[in-house]
């Protein structure tokens, strides 16, 4: 929990000091949430689990994990923080992420190189970021 929250205060301040120039409007925040009706706010749950919390992981994980990171081992030790460093560049919306989420994904993608089991990163991803969409639409519902 300690981390979860350090991590949110971090990633807060990295947006507002270096990445202060994107709009505010392309963060969700509460009122957008609470015009919606309830038809709309059931809709956007499932697509999002289903596009954000399995579809999306699941290709991303075969992208980066599966076709990268094996072509990336020419750089040997190098290449699962290499993979990481890539997979979030390519999250360029989330650019004030960048270094926590590349310290936190490094040792899922070394332990996804050395056992190469793309499985493992497809199951941690889709899990993270279900959990992730939970407690972002329930902060954002609830507040």
Known sequence: MFVAIAGWEINE???????????????????SVEQNTPAVE?????????????????????CFCGYL????????????????????????????LLVLSIIA??????IVWWKRNV???IIVHC???LIGNIIVGVIQRFG
Do not use: C
Not at 42 to 62: D, H, K, Q, R, W
Not at 70 to 86: E, Q, T
């Open 69 to 96: 990171l094996p072509r990336l081992s020419k750089f040997g030790k190098w290449a699962p923080l290499l993979n990481a460093v890539l997979f979030m560049l390519y999250h360029f919306w989330q650019l004030h």
């Open 127 to 129: 899990a993270t970021n």
């Open 105 to 110: 994904l490094s040792p899922m993608v070394y």
């Open 119 to 121: 499985y493992l990163s």
């Open 13 to 31: 301040f990295l947006r507002k000091i270096f990445f202060s120039w994107i709009p505010d409007w392309l963060y969700l925040n509460r009122n």
């Open 42 to 62: 059931i809709t956007m749950a499932v697509l999002s689990v289903l596009l954000f919390g399995i579809i999306g992981p699941i290709a991303e994980e075969l």
